[in-house]
Nanobody, 121 residues
Framework: QVQLVESGGGLVQPGGSLRLACAAS????????MTWYRQAPGQERELVAT???????NYADSVKGRFTISGISAKNTVYLQMNNLKPEDTAVYYC???????????????WGQGAQVTVSS
């Protein structure tokens, strides 16, 4: 009933930019927060950036000043603008959303399928 779809990944040279999008669809009453995670080869999944429905944001130190997460739009979409990309940013990027499906249900966590970002010269 709830789907998260990421888009915008690809191959880019160091110093380049990409914009990822995460669109949530289905039965959604409200979204409390949306978060981008990433998992690099041989590494554990780590938090990249998060935004609440009130607009508060938080970033990993490794991306602060280079990445910007948008607010959650009325169409339940969030964007991650990635500038000055580095090879160490190479990873699969996953979108996570904390969603309340109806007025009577508790919030639950949902994951997208992941988008590959490769930074290489």
């Amino acid at each position: 009933q709830v789907q998260l779809v990421e888009s915008g990944g690809g191959l880019v040279q160091p110093g380049g930019s990409l914009r990822l999008a995460c669109a949530a669809s289905g039965s959604i009453y409200s979204i409390n927060a949306m978060t981008w995670y990433r998992q690099a080869p041989g590494q554990e999944r780590e938090l990249v950036a998060t935004v609440t429905n009130g607009g508060s944001t938080n970033y990993a130190d490794s991306v602060k000043g280079r990445f910007t997460i948008s607010g959650i739009s009325a169409k339940n979409t969030v964007y991650l603008q990635m500038n000055n990309l580095k090879p160490e940013d190479t990873a699969v990027y996953y979108c996570n959303a904390n969603i309340k499906r109806t007025a009577l249900t508790l919030n639950a966590s949902y994951w997208g399928q992941g988008a590959q970002v490769t930074v290489s010269s």
